[in-house]
């Protein structure tokens, strides 16, 4: 696994231990408002008959016995306990104790699909951002590209897209880029190809190299995935051999002009054999 495997493993196994120290759901769900499918369970003290279970309808409102048909669209439970409470103090009972639990999250959900360890709809309760999310579905798997493709729905029926890249985001840390998500909104880390590379002689790791194709495969990349150049690396005279159309070309690399920016990176292609020769002083 390369470094930047290793510091995107460790930001994740520190999000998932911060949420050891969470408070449980009870208190989280203080600010999730409900909405349309979640399900909802009523307890009034002392009066059983008014204890019940209930879907909330796709026009946000419930029906209870003895009061009828509820808007519940847009409040919080605590919200929706005091109101029912009062409903039941204006007519039928003094001092009303209501209690009410969400027994299933559906109105505030966000969808996670493709390179993650767990895909699949995750709620939003309070306040959540991108990598608590992201956290929640497991990492990013191996195969995951380089960015991330976040979907948003608006009421109007219009949506966008916003493309994030991983590096910025998780590597070099940008805040902007962790933004905070809203129900609705599909998240996907599309998967990415891999090209294969074969890298012999002065590196530290010779041998076979898969290489995303996300970003350019460069010369300065593959080598640095094989784990460097060795002490005695001819660096001046490396050589890359690509076969086209059955024929073998080979090309030699002054990598030292690369380092110094003396010429550009050379690009590699799929089934390329770098050798780095060994220096003759």
Do not use: W
Not at 21 to 42: H, M, N, Q, T, V
Not at 173 to 193: F, M, S, T, V
């Amino acid at each position: 696994m390369n470094s930047k495997r290793i510091v995107i493993l460790l930001i994740f196994v520190f999000l998932a231990g911060a949420c050891l120290f969470l408070p449980a759901r009870e208190s989280k769900d203080a600010s999730y408002k409900l909405g349309p499918k979640d399900l909802i369970k009523i307890t009034v003290f002392d009066v059983p008959d008014l204890n019940i279970t209930v879907r909330i309808s796709a026009d946000g409102t419930i029906t209870l016995p003895l009061l009828g048909r509820i808007e519940t669209r847009g409040l919080t439970r605590f919200q929706l306990e005091r109101e029912l409470a009062r409903l039941l103090e204006a007519k039928y009972l003094r001092n009303a104790q209501v209690t009410i639990f969400v027994q299933e999250y559906h109105s505030n959900t966000v969808s996670v699909m493709g390179e993650v360890g767990k895909p699949g709809t995750y709620e939003l309760i309070g306040r959540q951002t991108l990598l608590q999310v992201l956290s929640s579905a497991g990492g990013l798997s191996e195969a995951a590209s380089d960015r991330i493709i976040i979907i948003r729905q608006y009421k109007s029926g219009s949506s966008r897209s916003l493309a994030i890249d991983l590096d910025d985001l998780m590597v070099k840390g940008d805040p902007r880029l962790n933004i905070p998500l809203r129900a609705g909104d599909i998240i996907n880390i599309p998967g990415d190809r891999f090209i294969d590379i074969y890298v012999f002689g002065q590196v530290k790791k010779p041998g076979h190299i898969k290489v995303k194709k996300s970003g350019p495969v460069t010369l300065l990349k593959v080598i640095a995935q094989a784990g460097g150049f060795a002490d005695r690396a001819r660096k001046t005279a490396v050589m890359v051999t690509r076969t086209v159309s059955g024929k073998e070309i080979k090309t030699k690399v002054n990598v030292k002009k690369i380092l110094k920016g003396g010429r550009p990176d050379f690009v590699l292609q799929d089934n390329d054999i770098v050798h780095v020769p060994e220096s003759i002083l």
